[in-house]
């Protein structure tokens, strides 16, 4: 059975980091394209960027953009998503999702599989 699991969320002031973890079970991630998502109260879930098989990352969210960045450990089966520079906007519940065909997309119905979330807030 696939399962995704997250951690690493928390409260950090303005101007701090925070690195989530999305540990896989079931499969080896090598071939599948991650993403993470995130969802902020009363609101819809966005892209914020995914990894490609190739180690590319594509940016759906442009404020991540030098701020956000995706490695992995493929001996833990676990990306990471680090996130610097944070800011009260990013507050938000973050998700990892996997996407099996291996291609990024910013829309939620492509992905298979989901972990349960994680909330990052960020106070100013």
């Known amino acids: 059975e696939v399962q995704l699991v997250e951690s690493g969320g928390g409260l950090v002031q303005a101007g701090g980091s925070l690195t989530l973890s999305c540990t896989a079970s079931?499969?080896?991630?090598?071939?599948?394209?991650i993403a993470w998502f995130r969802q902020a109260s009363g609101k819809e879930r966005e892209g914020v960027l995914c990894y490609t098989p190739s180690r590319l990352t594509i940016y759906y969210e442009d404020s991540a953009k030098g701020r956000f960045t995706v490695s992995t450990d493929n001996a833990k089966n676990t990306v990471y998503l680090r996130m610097n520079s944070l800011k009260p906007e990013d507050t938000a519940v973050y998700y990892c999702?996997?996407?099996?065909?291996?291609?990024?997309?910013?829309?939620?119905?492509?992905?298979?599989?989901w972990g349960q979330g994680t909330q990052v807030t960020v106070s100013s």
């Open positions: 079931g499969f080896t991630p090598d071939d599948y394209a």
């Open positions: 999702a996997l996407q099996a065909d291996g291609v990024c997309t910013a829309g939620t119905h492509r992905y298979n599989y």
